[in-house]
């Protein structure tokens, strides 16, 4: 993309939004048989599928914590999920991805209970667009909800961006590649509410008023999606209940 062109133009978006409105999002909830939670998410032109096997036994055996339950955290991006395929296997970006996903989960779910176990979360990107790891970490969360696993509460996820000089929320590709920064965040929710954040990263530059308003554009969108993650949940089961 040439520097002349503009990702703002006439206060709209390239794709037509308002700074502060989310792109689509489509969540479906149980999607997997042979999983004992599942998630299929939709977030703009991202397609994300998530499955949470456990609490099970945690192999090999020696990484077994005698005190606590293991969490393992698998993104991965399939080679046709872009437009260049991508070669199979993780990456770096990929270990990275999942490191910091592993440790905002983490943090919320009672590993206390569940001595000896291990609890595996698996995220497949179908189709990439910008901000993957934030999509993949909303299905997640509805995943180990699905799978009944105990949380202190459950973590929403969405980036926001620096686009020609305005913050701007739930970045597409193109602002994500050629906005002067790109902040993904996730955030500790308990009774609909906003505890902490628990994932936070940069790539860019802010002024601290910027980052103030990255903050409070952040929690408006994940508020709008943990109602989205609610449904999808409340969905499944009032169905399943009904049959």
């Given at each position: 993309?040439?520097?002349?062109?503009?990702?703002?133009?006439?206060?709209?978006?390239?794709?037509?939004?308002?700074f502060d409105e989310l792109r689509n999002i489509r969540i479906e909830a149980g999607v997997l048989k042979n999983a004992d939670g599942s998630c299929y998410l939709e977030m703009g032109r991202n397609k994300i599928m998530a499955a949470v096997y456990g609490p099970r036994k945690v192999q090999p055996r020696h990484l077994a914590d005698p005190v606590?339950?293991?969490v393992r955290y698998r993104y991965n991006m399939a080679?046709?999920?872009?437009?260049?395929?991508?070669?199979?296997?993780?990456?770096?970006?990929?270990?990275?991805?999942?490191?910091v996903s592993?440790?905002?989960?983490?943090?919320?779910?009672?590993?206390?209970?569940?001595?000896?176990?291990?609890?595996?979360?698996?995220?497949?990107?179908?189709?990439a667009d910008a901000g993957s790891r934030t999509a993949c970490l909303n299905a997640a969360s509805v995943a180990l909800v699905d799978a009944g696993i105990p949380m202190r509460g459950i973590i929403t996820s969405v980036a926001v961006a620096k686009v020609d000089g305005h913050i701007v929320l739930d970045p597409v590709k193109e602002e994500d590649n050629f906005g002067e920064a790109d902040i993904p965040f996730a955030f500790f929710i308990r009774n609909g509410k906003i505890e902490s954040i628990a994932l936070l990263q940069m790539d860019g530059k802010l002024t601290k008023n910027e980052l103030i308003e990255a903050v409070k554009l952040a929690k408006k969108g994940v508020m709008e999606i943990y109602k989205l993650q609610r449904e999808a949940i409340m969905k499944k089961y009032i169905v399943e209940d009904v049959e």
């Open positions: 993309m040439s520097e002349d062109i503009k990702l703002i133009v006439n206060g709209k978006r390239i794709d037509g939004r308002a606590k339950a293991i080679p046709f999920s872009v437009e260049e395929r991508k070669r199979p296997g993780p990456d770096r970006r990929s270990v990275e991805i999942s490191k592993r440790e905002a989960l983490e943090s919320i779910i009672m590993t206390e209970l569940f001595p000896r176990s291990s609890i595996d979360i698996f995220v497949e990107v179908l189709q």
